[in-house]
C-alpha cells in the first residue's frame, strides 16, 4: 500500500516556475515507478511525466518536454516535479501517481494516485 500527498501548487505568471513534490509512505516507495498527471476543467486527466523505479529513465509529454523535469529521491519516499516557463495552458490539478511496474502513459494502469494540487498560470 502506497499513499501519496502532493504539495507545491500555486498561482504563479506566465512563464515562471513552480516545484511540485510528492511525498509517498511505505517501505517499497522504491520499486514503483512514479507518474505526474494532471487534468484541467472540462478535460480528460493526462499523462505528465514519469520516471522510473532508479531513477534512470523519465519520460514526458510532449506538450511539457523541454520545460518539465521529474526526479525521486527513494532515500526520502519523495518525487519532484520541476516546471519553468509555465503557460495558461499548464493550469490544472496535477496528481502524483505509483505504478509497480514499468513506466506507463495511461491513467488506468497506476494503483495509487494522491489527491492532487491546484497549479494556476495567470496570462
Known amino acids: 500500500q502506497v499513499q501519496l500527498v502532493e504539495t507545491g501548487g500555486g498561482l504563479v505568471q506566465a512563464g515562471g516556475s513552480l516545484r511540485l513534490s510528492c511525498a509517498a509512505s511505505g517501505r517499497t516507495f522504491s520499486s514503483y515507478t512514479m507518474g505526474w498527471f494532471r487534468q484541467a476543467p472540462g478535460k480528460e486527466r493526462e499523462f505528465v511525466t514519469a520516471v522510473n523505479w532508479r531513477g534512470g529513465n523519465t519520460y514526458y509529454a510532449d506538450s511539457v518536454k523541454g520545460r518539465f523535469a521529474i526526479s525521486r529521491d527513494n532515500a526520502k519516499n519523495t518525487v519532484y516535479l520541476q516546471m519553468n516557463s509555465l503557460k495558461p495552458e499548464d493550469t490544472a490539478v496535477y496528481y502524483c501517481?505509483?505504478?509497480?511496474?514499468?513506466?506507463?502513459?495511461?491513467?488506468?494502469?497506476?494503483?495509487?494516485w494522491g489527491q492532487g494540487t491546484q497549479v494556476t498560470v495567470s496570462s
Open positions: 501517481a505509483a505504478v509497480q511496474g514499468p513506466y506507463s502513459a495511461y491513467v488506468e494502469d497506476y494503483n495509487y
